[in-house]
C-alpha cells in the first residue's frame, strides 16, 4: 500500500468513486467538484491510500487555527472502501495524519464521528483519539444534506 496527498481538483475527483460509499444517490460528481471547488482555497486537502493503483482508503483533512486549540488538523470523510477494510489502511491514514500534525506544529487532530458509528468510535479510542465535548448542529436546509 501507498499514501499519498491529493492537493488538486483533479486528483480528488479521480476518487469519487470511493467517495459515494459515504452519501446516498443524490451526491452527484457535479455536487462533489463544486464543493471542492470552494473547499480547496481553505486549506483542504485530502490523504490517500494506493493499492495496486486503486484507491482503497481517503480521507479529507483541514488545517486550521481556533483560540481554545492553537492550530489543528480535522479529520474530515474518513474512508476505507469495504472490500478494503482490515488491511491496515485506515491505521496508515491516521498515523501519516498524527506525523503531518506533529511537524506543523499542531496541538491536536480533532474529528467528528455520528453517535451510532461504534465501529469508527472504537478504531479512533484505539488510536488514541477521546471524546471531548459534543458537536451540536441545527439543520437549517434538510434537503441540502449529502
Same mark, same amino acid.
Given at each position: 500500500?501507498?499514501? #499519498?496527498?491529493? /492537493? /488538486?481538483?483533479?486528483? *480528488?475527483?479521480?476518487? +469519487?468513486?470511493? @467517495?459515494?460509499?459515504?452519501?446516498?444517490?443524490?451526491?452527484?460528481?457535479? &455536487?462533489? &467538484?463544486?464543493?471542492? /471547488?470552494? *473547499?480547496?482555497?481553505?486549506?483542504?486537502?485530502?490523504?490517500? @491510500?494506493?493499492?495496486?493503483?486503486? %484507491?482503497?482508503? !481517503?480521507?479529507? !483533512?483541514?488545517? $486550521?487555527? #481556533?483560540?481554545?486549540?492553537?492550530?489543528?488538523?480535522?479529520?474530515?470523510?474518513?474512508?476505507?472502501?469495504?472490500?478494503?477494510?482490515?488491511?491496515?489502511? =485506515? #491505521?496508515? *491514514?491516521?498515523?501519516?495524519? &498524527?506525523? &503531518? =500534525?506533529?511537524?506543523?506544529? %499542531?496541538?491536536?487532530?480533532?474529528?467528528?464521528?455520528?453517535? $451510532?458509528?461504534?465501529?469508527?468510535?472504537?478504531?479512533?479510542?484505539?488510536?488514541?483519539?477521546?471524546?471531548?465535548? +459534543?458537536? +451540536?448542529?441545527?439543520?437549517?436546509?434538510? $434537503?441540502? !444534506?449529502?
Amino acid at each position: 500500500m501507498e499514501i #499519498k496527498e491529493l /492537493t /488538486t481538483l483533479e486528483e *480528488m475527483l479521480a476518487q +469519487f468513486d470511493l @467517495v459515494q460509499h459515504l452519501y446516498s444517490n443524490n451526491f452527484t460528481l457535479e &455536487k462533489y &467538484k463544486a464543493y471542492l /471547488t470552494e *473547499m480547496l482555497p481553505h486549506n483542504y486537502i485530502q490523504i490517500a @491510500v494506493f493499492e495496486e493503483g486503486q %484507491c482503497i482508503g !481517503l480521507s479529507g !483533512l483541514w488545517s $486550521g487555527i #481556533k483560540l481554545w486549540s492553537g492550530r489543528y488538523f480535522e479529520i474530515d470523510n474518513f474512508i476505507v472502501h469495504p472490500d478494503h477494510r482490515s488491511k491496515g489502511a =485506515a #491505521k496508515m *491514514m491516521t498515523d501519516y495524519i &498524527k506525523t &503531518k =500534525a506533529e511537524a506543523a506544529g %499542531c496541538t491536536m487532530i480533532v474529528l467528528d464521528a455520528f453517535t $451510532g458509528n461504534f465501529t469508527a468510535h472504537r478504531f479512533y479510542y484505539n488510536q488514541g483519539y477521546y471524546p471531548r465535548g +459534543f458537536h +451540536f448542529i441545527k439543520t437549517l436546509n434538510e $434537503g441540502g !444534506l449529502s
